[in-house]
């Protein structure tokens, strides 16, 4: 018995090795990876939505993309005979790269932008346009284009054409709404640029350094507009963060370059399409220094401790501008013409009432401060951000209201009543009321919406009230980050609107003589997040 055992086991050890040697299927024979390999990776954002309202650009050349303050420099109207109608599409598609050749430590990102609008043109150049009939549209908008470096762990090095957020978190690394309830709330600096950031994660802790040119001009002179920033958050318990930060913006290109035939700078013509203050210096040159030092909390941002969140900032903009009165004479003989000092506040509060994020009820209050006075008395009171030299530079679009303020649901049409938080250097003071509910949790959500802003300096002939806003959505998802949602809006104007500076009315409600027709809006978005 033994004897037929023990030939057994040799006869099975024998075959085993036998087969060992015979060709197999190479699937099988590799050990399965922990997780996937993902050299390069591929994420798009699909929108498409259908809109109808009572606002509309009055200049044809705008008919394909239309930004900046509603009645402002842009031509947008709002008429009680002339109803917009159409369909809005946009991709954004994101490409990442990270060879395993440098195991992890070199990252190349690459986004882009198609947009257009069903059937507006074809068989041409330019961005914001392709949806015509036979297409073939030369349409691809460069986002960012910029290679990460990772030398030690939490240590990134971002350079080339990348995000520049007002917020101590990594863009590239960081949800989009985190971003947009955290740090300034995107309300400063939102929006893309060439330079370098180097920033350092810690456990606790997280900072983030950058240098970044937003307009060269002539390379052989100082005519550069340049921008920098220092910006650091700290975690002081498991549920509430605190952090400071201090920028500072070099403008020596007295206005050119930027955005088009608009420039850009303290006196463009960009100023009253963005609904900033125009420093209305006429034909002489100009050079400016701005700081901006804040600071800023947040208790529970991610919402995932407790039913309760809170964040808010406080952030205080200083500088000057120095005029050549005389174009013949050195530039070392320059004057000084204004002394800036602005500053904004603000602070919003949510409660969680359900299970979901989507059961909650937020208040949102925003205080920025204005000039009465213009630049009689060589000083400037209000606000200064990135929307004097951007197109947006600026985006404060997480208040919850939709034609009062700025709402982030746009492809080519972005025209909000108060399009930055200077209010054209009135400032204001507003505050928005959001209550949502999940009726099929992570299913079938709605939101209804209240907004209302009052304008801290009165404008010419005008009263302080800008407007009141109410609005609602209804949300149905498919699937992880797939919806087909339903808006809706309407905002009453104020007498802020009844400024008249001469028979033609005044640049605060679109030149026109008396307050324009209140602005509504409705649209139907189809969204979809893919990776």
Do not use: C
């Not at 991709?91 to 990270?98: A, K, N, R, S, V």
């Not at 060879?99 to 330019?126: C, H, I, M, Q």
């Not at 005519?223 to 020596?252: F, H, P, Q």
């Not at 905002?491 to 026109?512: C, E, H, R, T, W």
């Amino acid at each position: 018995m033994k004897k037929i055992i023990g030939s057994l086991i040799l006869f099975l050890i024998t075959t085993t090795v036998a087969f060992s040697q015979l060709p197999t299927n190479q699937y099988f024979s590799k050990e399965i990876p922990d997780k996937a390999n993902k050299e390069f990776q591929f994420l798009g954002f699909f929108i498409n939505q259908a809109v109808t309202s009572n606002i509309y650009p009055e200049n044809d050349f705008l008919k394909g993309q239309v930004v900046g303050r509603l009645f402002g420099g842009n031509t947008s109207k709002t008429s009680n005979s002339h109803t917009s109608a159409y369909v809005e599409q946009r991709f954004l598609p994101f490409f990442i790269y990270t060879p395993n050749l440098f195991n992890g430590k070199a990252t190349l990102r690459a986004s882009f932008e198609l947009d257009w609008t069903w059937g507006d043109v074809a068989y041409g150049v330019g961005g914001n346009f392709g949806g015509g009939f036979s297409a073939d549209q030369v349409n691809l908008q460069t986002q960012n284009l910029e290679l990460e470096l990772n030398p030690t762990k939490g240590l990134y090095v971002n350079l080339g054409l990348q995000r520049i957020f007002d917020t101590p978190y990594n863009p590239y690394r960081t949800l989009f709404d985190k971003m947009t309830y955290t740090g300034y709330r995107l309300a400063y600096f939102g929006t893309d640029g060439v330079g370098v950031s180097v920033r350092k994660d810690w456990d606790f802790a997280r900072m983030k350094g950058g240098y970044y040119k937003l307009y060269e001009n002539y390379v052989h002179l100082n005519d550069d507009v340049t921008l920098m920033e220092l910006n650091g958050e700290k975690d002081v318990s498991r549920t509430w963060k605190i952090g400071g930060s201090a920028y500072y913006m070099r403008d020596r290109a007295n206005g050119a370059g930027g955005v088009s035939i608009l420039s850009q700078g303290f006196n463009s013509l960009l100023a009253s399409h963005n609904g900033v203050y125009r420093f209305n210096y006429g034909g002489a040159k100009y050079r400016g220094d701005v700081g901006w030092i804040g600071t800023y909390f947040s208790r529970n941002a991610d919402q995932w401790l407790d039913p309760w969140t809170l964040t808010g900032f406080v952030n205080v903009n200083i500088g000057r501008a120095d005029t050549l009165k005389n174009q013949l004479i050195s530039d070392k003989e320059w004057t000084k013409a204004t002394d800036i000092l602005g500053f904004a506040a603000n602070v919003r509060g949510s409660y969680r009432y359900g299970q979901t994020q989507n059961d909650n009820v937020s208040l949102d209050i925003m205080y920025s401060s204005g000039d009465a006075n213009g630049l009689k008395d060589g000083k400037y009171n209000g606000v200064i951000t990135g929307n004097q030299w951007g197109a947006p530079g600026a985006i404060f679009i997480s208040s919850g209201a939709y034609l009062l303020m700025p709402h982030g649901n746009v492809v080519n049409r972005f025209t909000p009543a108060i399009m930055d938080i200077s209010n054209m250097g009135y400032g204001m003071t507003s505050a928005t009321l959001n209550a949502s509910h999940g009726f099929i949790p992570n299913k079938l959500n709605a939101k209804i919406g209240t907004a209302a802003a009052i304008s801290n300096v009165q404008p010419l002939g005008g009263g302080s009230l800008i407007g009141a806003e109410v609005n609602g959505n209804i949300q149905y998802n498919f699937g992880p980050f797939m919806s087909l949602e339903l808006h809706g809006a309407y905002l009453m104007l104020g007498d802020f609107y009844d400024s008249k500076q001469s028979a033609y009315g005044s640049p605060v409600n679109g030149n026109i003589d008396g307050r324009p027709v209140n602005p509504w809006t409705a649209f139907m978005v189809f969204k979809w997040l893919l990776f």
